[in-house]
C-alpha cells in the first residue's frame, strides 16, 4: 500500500484507520509526504508508528512520490492509493482473490463511490483523444483503456518492467500513460468491483486556484499525447481544442453582459484563453 500525501492529515488519519482495520491481510503501508506543512510527517509518528513514513524535502508530484515509495516497498502487489480515501471492509481480501484468479491482468481499479455512497466513475474504455488517433492504439488488450489514480493495484512485476510511473507526470494522467504502457506489454486492464474505496476527491488541490489546475491538467494531456501519439494525430488533436476554445471564448463574450453569474462566466474565459494559450504554443512547437 503507497500513498503520496499532501496536506490533508485529517482524511489521511481516517484512510489509514480504514486501512489497518481490515482483519486477516498482511499488507505493508508507506506513507510518502510530499513536504506538507499541516505536520502531516508528526502525526503520522506519533498515532501510526506500524507505517512506514517516506518524507520529501519538497513536493515531488504524484509520479516521483509514488515511485519513491515503491522502491522501499516489498509487496507481491502494489496498491496505490490516494490519502482522500477510506477503504471498505472486506476491499482487500477482494483484491487479493481478482489477482489471483486473473493472471493476464496487469493493473486494475476499485468500485469507488462517494462519501454518500453513489457510484463514482473509476473506469475508462477510452484514451483522451482517442478519436484521432491513426493506429497508435491497435492490437492493445482488453477493453478497459485505463482506471483511476485514486486506487489503482498493480503486479509488482509488471510495474518494475514499466519502471513505475512516468516521472514527468506532476499530477493528472500519470496513471493514463501507465495503464497505456502496460496495456502495449500485453497485459489487461481490469476492474474489481467487489472492492469499494470510498473518494471524497480532489482535497489536494483546494487551495489551489481554478486556472492553475486547469493547466496542470492541460499540461499532463499534452505530455501525454505527444508521448504516445503521432504528429499529426497531435496536430488534429490541437486543431479540434483550438476551435472549440475560439468558439467559446466569441460566444462567452457575446453573452456575457447578459449573464446573472458573471464570474463564474469570467471563469470560463479565463480557462478556454488558456486552452486556446497552451494548445497554440504547443502546436506551433510541434511545427518547429
Not at 100 to 115: D, Q
Not at 176 to 190: E, M, Q, V
Not at 247 to 266: H, N, V
Request: charged share 25%.
Amino acid at each position: 500500500m503507497i500513498i503520496v500525501s499532501y496536506n490533508v492529515v485529517d482524511l489521511l488519519g481516517k484512510c489509514l484507520d480504514s486501512i489497518l482495520s481490515q482483519p486477516h491481510i498482511h499488507q505493508e503501508t508507506i506513507v510518502v509526504d510530499n513536504a506538507s506543512s499541516d505536520h502531516t510527517p508528526e502525526i503520522i509518528a506519533r498515532e501510526f508508528s506500524g507505517v512506514k513514513l517516506i518524507e520529501n524535502k519538497e513536493n515531488l508530484g504524484f509520479a516521483r512520490a509514488n515511485n519513491t515509495g515503491l522502491r522501499v516497498s516489498t509487496g507481491r502487489y502494489i496498491h496505490f492509493l490516494n490519502p482522500d480515501t477510506e477503504v471498505r471492509p472486506g476491499a482487500f481480501s477482494a483484491i487479493l482473490e481478482f489477482m489471483e484468479g486473473h493472471p493476464k491482468v496487469g493493473i486494475a481499479g476499485t468500485r469507488m463511490v462517494n462519501p454518500d455512497g453513489s457510484l463514482q466513475p473509476s473506469v475508462e474504455k477510452r484514451y483522451p483523444g482517442q478519436r484521432h488517433t491513426r493506429g497508435e492504439l491497435k492490437g492493445l488488450q482488453g477493453d478497459i483503456a485505463w482506471v483511476v489514480g485514486a486506487s489503482i493495484i498493480a503486479r509488482r512485476h509488471v510495474i518494475e518492467e514499466l519502471g513505475g510511473f512516468d516521472d514527468l507526470f506532476f499530477l493528472y494522467a500519470e496513471e493514463i500513460d501507465l495503464c497505456l504502457r502496460a496495456r502495449k506489454k500485453g497485459w489487461i486492464i481490469d476492474y474489481i468491483p467487489d472492492a469499494t474505496v470510498v473518494h471524497w476527491g480532489g482535497q489536494s488541490e483546494k487551495g489551489n486556484p481554478s486556472a492553475a489546475v486547469w493547466k496542470r491538467r492541460l499540461d499532463a494531456e499534452i505530455l501525454f499525447y505527444r508521448k504516445h501519439y503521432k504528429e499529426r494525430t497531435f496536430r488534429a488533436i490541437a486543431r479540434s481544442n483550438l476551435l472549440q476554445a475560439y468558439w467559446r471564448i466569441f460566444s462567452l463574450k457575446m453573452t456575457l453582459p447578459f449573464m446573472t453569474d458573471r464570474d463564474k462566466a469570467l471563469g470560463k474565459l479565463e480557462k478556454y484563453q488558456l486552452v486556446l494559450d497552451i494548445f497554440r504554443r504547443a502546436k506551433y512547437a510541434s511545427i518547429g
